[in-house]
């Protein structure tokens, strides 16, 4: 599948993969400030932002696309950075093409399978979105807020409508999918070869996607691994702590 993507700075290159319901516009700030010392590519995701929706959703395609990808844009042993879902893709990549990935950072995500405690109510309220003609953000907004959808993740999720040539909202992920594949989504990585590379993964205080017992685990198959914590940030902490999460970023992957 022939990924779309934004593309920033020189150097050696950096993939940053995307969450669930993301897209790579998303990491544009952080994206231009990774671009002063590093070419750094962010893809959309199939079944997100501007890429081709398929009913095939799992985390072995997930990884494939990404490897065309990287071959596609002649881009080899690369650092990349993943994000909750794009965390999981990224260490699926560690266990199919170990030798691409110089040095992996993980955000706030582990290999392990995570219950479905609140797609429901989520999945609900984007189907509601969706089953309506709405010609004004607002409109989904609200519509958002009686489903009990918090004032942050509404502002996330509706960057995903976009207004199509009648001027009504839609949206550009493939929800039938992602609903469809839920489970696909939550489910663990299995992690059967070790991977020597340098690898980080960091924790927001305020998120319970980390558990004290994740690190343990993690660092059977990422030996070189290191753990760290973001204070006062939860689950989506590259917004809420760009600048800190930056550094982190460009101290980890240093300079080539």
Known sequence: MKLSYHQYGSGYPL???????????????IGHRLGENYQVWTPDLRNHGRSPHSHIFNYKILAQDVLEF?????????????????GKIAMQLTQTH???IKKLMVVDIAPRAYQQTYQTVLFDAMFAV?????TELGEADRLLKEKRIPKRLRGFLLKNLRADHSGFYKWRIYLDALHQNFDRITANIEMDQ??????????GEKSDY?????????KKTFQKATCTTINGVGHWIHAEAPAEFTQIALTFFGEI
């Open 15 to 29: 993939v940053i993969l995307h969450a669930l319901f993301d897209a790579g516009d998303n990491w544009r700030g």
């Open 70 to 86: 990287t071959i596609r844009h002649q881009l080899k042993s690369i650092f990349l950075l993943g994000h909750s879902m794009g």
């Open 98 to 100: 170990p030798s691409l």
């Open 130 to 134: 969706a089953s309506r003609s709405i």
């Open 194 to 203: 070790k991977f020597d590379n340098p690898a980080l993964f960091i924790k």
């Open 210 to 218: 980390i558990s004290e017992e994740d690190p343990i685990e993690i």
